[in-house]
């Protein structure tokens, strides 16, 4: 299985204890996901995050729906957590979201591993698209948060 790495750091002007509640409220993803994935959460809201939270969505890939359902494997107040993909378009998603203090802002990383399935053929269709569709969805992230947390 061949697995690919994303990462993104930012640093946001806002302390870390605020920018960690705001990454922890699951409905902030519908904010921070590009319209074109017609993103929407499933699971009644609000969602307590903790270690073992279930969370379950629909999305659009290329216009075929698909749900994606993804499980709170850690979560440590406000240094990180990470969510893994149960069930949805990928073999892998591991997603870790790192948080910590920085010149009275926060310094801010997104990790994510993931894997397609289909071998050969996985490889070939992240290739000619799925590379360019998480990295315009992380772009997209960037920009909001941007937009979201301007410096003062």
Do not use: C
């Amino acid at each position: 299985m061949k697995i690919y790495e994303l990462r993104r750091q930012t640093v946001i002007p806002r302390p870390v204890e605020e920018i960690f509640e705001w990454f922890g409220d699951a409905r902030n993803l519908e904010t921070l996901t590009p319209d074109f994935l017609h993103f929407k959460i499933l699971t009644p809201t609000p969602i307590r995050m903790r270690p073992g939270a279930r969370i379950e969505y629909s999305i659009r890939v290329h216009g075929f729906p698909v749900r994606w359902k993804t499980l709170i494997e850690t979560w440590d107040a406000p240094k990180s957590f990470t969510d893994t993909q149960t069930s949805g378009p990928y073999r892998l998603w591991h997603h870790t979201h790192r948080f910590r203090a920085q010149d009275g802002g926060t310094w801010m990383e997104d990790v994510v591993r993931y894997a397609l399935p289909f071998g050969p053929l996985g490889q070939l269709a992240h290739w000619l698209m799925v590379k360019h569709d998480v990295e315009t969805i992380f772009d997209y992230r960037a920009a909001k948060i941007g937009e979201l947390f301007p410096a003062r």
